[in-house]
């Protein structure tokens, strides 16, 4: 899934100038390259694993690189997870199953220009 994102962002234009597996990669490779939108992974919350981590990284940006734009992509099943992900700091949510190439550009442009993508988890969010 990662490397069809970056070549969708790749194909729609933009340059991807870090992938970070986790939330200490990020905060290393932000400081040798700084990123105007960083794409979170907040996950699914049926996983073995709980989607803290995502949730953390966006909160991170939120609070330490609030320039950054978030865009927190998850998959379903859990229904608060986008509300969550809004909460800590992500500037669209989208599910990740959803994610076409148009749609995608969308949320890109929207959220470089300081926007934030109202889409139906923003708009359930208010």
Do not use: W
């Amino acid at each position: 899934r990662r490397d069809g994102l970056v070549s969708r962002l790749m194909l729609l234009g933009y340059h991807v100038a870090v992938i970070a597996d986790h939330l200490d990669h990020y905060i290393t490779a932000t400081r040798e390259c700084p990123v105007d939108l960083a794409v979170v992974n907040v996950g699914r919350s049926d996983e073995a694993l709980p989607p803290v981590h995502g949730l953390q990284t966006v909160a991170y940006i939120h609070t330490h690189q609030r320039r950054v734009q978030v865009l927190a992509l998850f998959q379903p099943p859990d229904p608060e997870l986008p509300f969550r992900a809004f909460k800590a700091g992500a500037g669209s949510v989208e599910d990740f199953d959803h994610l076409r190439p148009a749609l995608l550009g969308r949320l890109v442009a929207t959220l470089l220009r300081g926007d934030r993508y109202a889409n139906s988890y923003y708009q359930a969010r208010i």
